[in-house]
């Protein structure tokens, strides 16, 4: 018998909610900007790594940790007491402070599945946030956003912005290229209501399949690239750290995956928004991406005392690499927000079995799948390329979650999370 369907989440949102997405473009900051930019980027991570230091000595039982006004009134001490400190600007550290106290209000909400804010590390991705932004147009390619203490620095506008963008965020990326994101409502979609409808199978060979029998492959990285990327892997492994050829070698380690990585997001917005174009209504299998992607654990053996048995790590995570490069999550995400917004429907039903079941008998046994891409009922005989019997099963599933009148009950049904409320630092359960 096919397992029946349940409905796990759909984009029937209440009336407070508010997609929120990030309009981002490309900051080119002279060279006189640029000392000012990293000063505000390592003044943002040193408070924040001090937030994350001192929150970590809070445990039950010693009280309650620091609440966002003590942790301003000792951003004030520290700034009167340290000259450095001083000199930076105190929007953008008590911005830090306000991004932390969000960060610790996620982590405490129950309902919210947010991690513990940890350490910045200043090889990553360095960031800080302008308040009052003030935003003055060049012409119809370029524009202007007013940085503290650096004041007016160039962009290139490629969408319109938000009418009062309260905040806005400037990052340096790995590879050294900055960018300025601007928060706003996800715009909606150019499209008219067909009726059409699709189920969605995602896999690791061919990243979307839809009941339709289209295929799509998301962007690899090609096999220049990958080799040019080992040797400097192990040019990286030779060199001393700290050196500054060692950085300048990470630099073009992260120049090639920062290519790599725009080529999938601009698949994954062309792919979303033509499914949203097409379709009133997109069905998606409810993945657990990040059970999938786990390390599998040690195998000890039980003959030898401290020796362990061959557990197919290194085959795992060349499977892993595939099912993060294939975008899942980013192409389910970017449809989900974008039917919001164009009055669509995105649906996840689960996804046991789907590669298994027949969709015209419903026999299901691991037996039909004869293949990666060969499916074969050994009940009624009826034969079809294996991923697109799935996405015509994730459909059926689908369509028949829209009768439920009701969310199912059980421990499957995902509720919508409310957003945090409670000030940060506030209770005595630290982590």
């Known amino acids: 018998m096919p397992a ?11 009336t407070w909610y508010r997609e929120l997405v990030a309009v981002r473009d490309r900051l080119y900051p002279i060279p006189v900007h640029v000392p000012v930019l990293t000063g505000h980027c390592g003044d943002a991570r040193f408070v924040w790594n001090l937030c994350v230091e001192q929150q970590s000595w809070w445990w039950p039982g010693r009280g309650n940790g620091p609440g966002a006004a003590e942790r301003q009134r000792q951003l004030t001490e520290a700034r009167a007491a340290e000259p450095w400190l001083r000199e930076g600007s105190s929007s953008v550290q ?8 969000r960060a610790m209000a996620a982590f405490f909400d129950p309902e919210n599945p947010a991690g513990k804010p940890s350490y910045r590390s200043k090889h990553g991705t360095q960031g800080f946030v302008i308040r009052d932004t003030k935003i003055r147009r060049l012409n119809k390619r370029w524009g202007e956003v007013h940085v503290p203490k650096c004041g007016y620095v160039r962009f290139r506008w490629t969408r319109e912005l938000p009418e009062k963008p309260g905040m806005a965020r400037v990052t340096l990326d790995r590879s050294g290229r900055w960018h300025v994101s601007f928060p706003g409502p996800q715009p909606a979609v150019d499209r008219q209501p067909t009726g059409a409808v699709v189920g969605i199978d995602r896999g690791v060979r061919t990243a979307l399949v839809t009941s339709d029998g289209q295929h799509y492959r998301a962007p690899r990285i090609s096999d220049r690239g990958a080799a040019r990327y080992l040797a400097l892997q192990r040019k990286l492994s030779r060199q001393q750290k700290g050196s500054r050829k060692r950085d300048k070698t990470r630099q073009a380690m992260a120049r090639i995956t920062a290519h790599t990585t725009d080529r999938r997001k601009d698949w994954a917005e062309k792919i979303s928004a ?39 790590r290194r ?23 974008k039917a919001v917004a164009s009055g669509a429907l995105v649906v996840y039903v689960d996804p046991r079995f789907t590669s298994q079941e027949c969709r015209r008998c ?15 009922c050994v009940s009624c005989g009826h034969e079809d390329h294996a991923d697109v019997n799935a996405a015509c099963n994730v459909l059926a599933r689908g369509l028949a979650t829209l009768a439920v009148s009701a969310q199912a009950p059980g421990p499957r049904g995902v509720r919508l999370r409310q957003p945090a409320r409670a000030a940060a630092g506030t209770t005595r359960r630290a982590a």
């Open 274 to 312: 033509r499914l949203v174009m097409d379709h009133d209504l997109v069905v998606f299998e409810k993945l657990n991406t990040k059970g999938m992607v786990r390390k599998p654990k040690p195998k000890p053996d039980p003959e030898k005392d401290g020796a362990f048995l061959p557990n197919r």
């Open 362 to 376: 419903h026999h299901v046994t691991k037996e039909n799948r004869d293949s990666q891409a060969v499916f074969r």
């Open 315 to 337: 085959q795992k995570a060349g499977l892993n690499r595939g099912i993060l490069a294939s975008c899942w999550g980013a192409l389910a995400t970017r449809t989900e927000q």
């Open 4 to 14: 029946t369907p349940v409905l796990l989440f759909s984009t029937h949102r209440p």
């Open 94 to 101: 008590q911005q830090a402070l306000r991004d932390f106290d």
